[in-house]
Every structure is written in structure tokens, then in C-alpha cells.
């Protein structure tokens, strides 16, 4: 039998960087994990020893203080926190609005704590929007860092953070495998405050920073706890003069981080188990403790996102749509996402240099796919795929949709094989009901395009492993899943 090159390479990189006979059931310390896998790939039609699976899962996350007005307060957390100087991180159209001004308000109260402001984020950064950043942050001797902003600010003050206290490390050095070398972080960075001005990428509790690789068309990131804020200020006043267009953008991010993150693999299938705890992975595979976070989410999303979307100015669901994006962001931070992301990442970044397409709504000249647009693009027919490997969670998203009880006969007569395309239908009703273009067709994508989203949603290992029928198949990348899955989310 022939070994195919995939299969070769994970036997390569589970012998190199992960197999630990700590783990065998001899408990040897003899580390012969190397020999064993070059033993395979010489005689690969002989049995092959079997790779050590998860058995342990992690809960890590950032403080968070929720509250109407409480960015007010961040100068003296600073102050508590015994900042000696601050590096301050936000965008061109929040430094203009108020959460801005209060946060600087702030800071110049507090006399003793000096700081300095980044106003050039970038919406959707990119490595040359990053290495700016760093390349600011670097030039200070900044002790703490502060963002306010979108999931853009954050992750933007994370990456120059990380590369503060790496003076000499390459923007690669960290990124996820195998697009980067993927790095532990084992030092200790610099405390950050998040401060969140939209209800969608939860980056406020994650150690997750997302850039978008312009010279191969499709975005990837650095995910590790070690990134993750000290505190997030989750402030009700900050969404206020959010535009009704990023309102729904980011709140469909929160509805795919809970529904991935519950049906994504459970922790205890995912393979390779980790030698040392450094290299246990932020995204862990579905888990009992983010399983609550993310089905509450999931809920409140589907509840209060359309009542956002035709009235910008309800002051309860704004409330409860960022309870859910911190909730989804705690639940995805320790569960992970899957296909939908994974596939968002070339559609987004492939949107530059073929279609151009620039959605209504959002303040910039540039085309833009927003990041929560470009994830539900595909959700129907994801959840279609994946809803045999748990028909039973799946069972229960298609209740939240359908404002059911999971135990309603008109849930519970669903046979377990029809329990996917009844999701479809539900996710793709409620994705009409907010104006989502209806397919990658509507936004300017042909079936000529699909082998190079195929192509570069591959590399987005860090996520496809965590897929129901991709992630836990030995042996295969899901190119055949992942060009049936995108040629079905041309249109719906």
C-alpha cells in the first residue's frame, strides 16, 4: 500500500515535534517516538503504531468587567496595575468617538501614568499593517499596552505586545504552521486591557490575533493563552455608535464561534497528544466547560442579533449581543473554530485581487468582505457536512434556530440523517432575515474560483484539524470536502 504524501508528512511532524513516549503505555523515557515513525514510512504496509490522543483539556481566558461606562475606569486600573508608560492602540474612526475620548479622559487623570497612541489600525490588518504597528511599539519603552477597538485594535496591540518582548523575533516566527514556524511563547509578555467596541470577535478574551497574508491571498494568525488580555472592559456604552452594518457583521462572528466551537471534534480526539503542556494548542476541540459558554452564546446570538438589525438603538440586545460575544470568545478560545473560519480566510483575502467586492455599510474605499460576512457566506452547507458526526448537537443548534425545545416532536421526529439538512434551511433562513448576500456568487465569486479557495483555505491547519470529517480522518487534508462544501455555498 502506498502512503500518501499527507500521511507522510503528519508521521514526519507527529515523530519531530509532538510523539511522546511519556505518554506510551510502557511509560518509557527513552524518546524512541523518532525511530518508530521512520520505522512506518520504511514499511508502511505494516500496522501502524497507534498516535496518542488528548486526554486533557485547559480553561484559560481574560478577566472581564462588564458594565454601563466602565471604561472609565481603566486609567486607575493602570495605575493599580503600576504602569510606568502605556502604549495605546486604536483605529482612525473609534479615535474620534467616545469610547475613545473616555479611556484618554481617563489616563490624563491619572497624573503618574504617561502613554501613547497608535491610531493607524487598520480594519482586516495585514502583515504590513502589523509590522507598523511593531515597528511603533518598538521604538517605546512601554510597560503596558491598552486597545480600544474592534477585533482589528485588539489583535493589532497583541501582536505588538508579543513582538515588544520578542525585539528580535520575524513576524513568521510565531504564526500558525504551516504557513509559520508556529514558536512557543515562553516568555512573558506585558499586560494588556481590552476594550471592545463591537459585539463579535471576543478577542477581549482570547489569545487569538488575526492578519490577513496579502502576498498568498488569505488570512491566518498567531493563537496562544500567553497573548491573551489581563482584562477585558466590556463596556455597553461602546457599541452605541457602531453602524447597523457592523452590528450585524460581527454579530454573525459570534453565532459561528459558539456553532463551531460546540460541534467542532471533542478534545479527547485530537491527535497528537501533547509531550509538554507549552505545546497543548489554544484550540482544543470541543470540551465540557466551553460547551456552556458557546451554546449560551449561540442562543443569545440567535435571540437579539435580528432584533439589532432592525433597531440599532435596542439597548437590551446591544447588551446582550456583547455578553454573548465575550461568552462565544471564552467558549471558541479553549474549544476553537473549524470550517467556516478556515474557509473564510481566502475568501477574504482572495476578495483584493478577484472580485473586489466592498459591502455596504462600512466606512472605507478599499473592497472589504467583513470577517463575519465572509465566515456565514458558508455556514449552511457546513453544518450540512458536519452534522453526522454529532447528530445529537447538532439536533440542538436546529432547535435554537427554530425557537424549539430540543425535546418538541417537531425536533425529536427528525431522523439523525435529515438533522443536516434541516440546518441548512435554518441557518439560511436566519442568515436572509439580516441581509447576508445569499452564497459566494453574490458577492462576485465563480466556480472558476474554487480551487483557489480549495487552496488556500489547506494551510489553515490550526482550525481544519478541529473538523468533524476532516480533522479526525487520519491521512487526509479534506480537499474533496472542502470543494464540495464551497461549490455549495456559491448560492442558496
Known sequence: ???????????????????????????????????????????????????????????AASNLRFGDGVTAEVGMDLKNMKARKVGVFTDPNVAKLRPMQVAVASLEAQADVPFEIFD????????????????WARKHDFSHFLAVGGGSVIDTAKAANLFTVYKDADLMDFVNAPVGKDLPISQSLFPLIAVPTTAGTGSETTGTAILDITSRSFKTGIANRAMKPVLGIVDTHNTESCPSAVHISSGLDVLFHSLESYTAIPYTERTPRPCNPILRPAYQGSNPVADIFSLWALRTTVKYLPRIAKNHDDTEARRQMLLASSFAGIGFGNAGVHLCHGMSYPISGLNKKGPQYKHPGYLTDLPIIPHGISV??????????????????????????????????????????????????????????????????????????????????????????????IGDIVGADGREHLAMILEQSMEY
Open 376 to 469: 456565514a457566506l458558508t455556514g449552511p452547507a457546513v453544518f450540512q457536512f458536519t452534522a453526522p458526526s454529532s447528530p445529537d448537537r447538532h439536533r440542538e443548534a436546529l432547535a435554537i434556530f427554530s425557537k424549539a425545545n430540543v425535546t418538541d416532536p417537531s425536533i425529536t421526529s427528525i431522523p439523525d440523517r435529515d438533522v443536516g439538512a434541516h440546518l441548512y434551511e435554518a441557518i439560511a433562513r436566519f442568515l436572509d432575515g439580516l441581509g447576508v448576500p445569499r452564497g459566494l456568487k453574490a458577492i462576485g465569486y465563480t466556480t472558476g474560483d474554487l480551487d483557489m479557495l480549495v487552496e488556500g483555505t489547506l494551510p489553515q491547519r490550526r482550525v481544519l484539524d478541529l473538523a468533524p470529517g
Open 120 to 135: 493607524q489600525v487598520v480594519a482586516e490588518p495585514t502583515e504590513e499593517s502589523w509590522r507598523k504597528a511593531i515597528s
Open 1 to 59: 500500500m502506498a502512503a500518501s504524501r499527507s500521511t507522510i508528512l503528519r508521521l514526519i511532524n507527529a515523530s519531530q515535534h509532538t510523539l511522546c513516549p511519556c505518554h506510551s503505555p510502557s511509560h518509557s523515557h527513552s524518546h524512541t517516538g523518532q525511530l518508530n515513525a521512520l520505522t512506518q514510512l520504511r514499511n508502511f504496509a505494516t500496522p501502524v503504531n497507534k498516535v496518542e490522543k488528548e486526554y486533557a483539556f485547559e480553561v
